[in-house]
Each structure stands twice: as C-alpha cells, then as structure tokens.
C-alpha cells in the first residue's frame, strides 16, 4: 500500500472516530434533557392528580386506573 493509501486511511479513522464521540455526546445529552422533561411531567401530573381528583384514602395510582376507566 503506497504512503498516500496509508495516510488516507488513518486520516479517514480519525474522522470516523471523531464523528462517533460527537454523535454519542449528542445522543447522550438528548437522553438526559429527554428524561428530566419526562420525569417533570411526571411529577406536575402526579401532583394535580393528587391535588383535584383522588378521593380520601386513594393513591395517585389508583385514582389514574379510576380516571382512566381501568378499574374493574
């Protein structure tokens, strides 16, 4: 393989490498930005469930199910 060849190839490893911490930083930091939104809603949903529409003695789970018509 000439001097050139071998060049190209470890400069095309190195991009390639470079590309895929880029993409797993982004793809990482998503995730987390993603799970904290979730989990924020979560937990506004759980407090006014709580706050307007269980009954006395009822969880937030069982006045979700009640809600949701899943009560059997």
Known sequence: MSKFAETNE???EA?????KKIE???????????NGAVEGFNKVSDA???TFFTKE????????????????
Do not use: F, H
């Open 10 to 12: 470890k400069i095309a």
């Open 15 to 19: 991009v390639v490498g470079g590309y």
């Open 24 to 34: 797993n930083g982004v793809v990482s930091g998503y995730k987390k930005i993603e």
């Open 48 to 50: 006014c469930v709580n």
């Open 57 to 72: 003695g009822e969880t937030v789970e069982d006045a979700k199910k009640r809600l949701q018509g899943n009560v059997k």
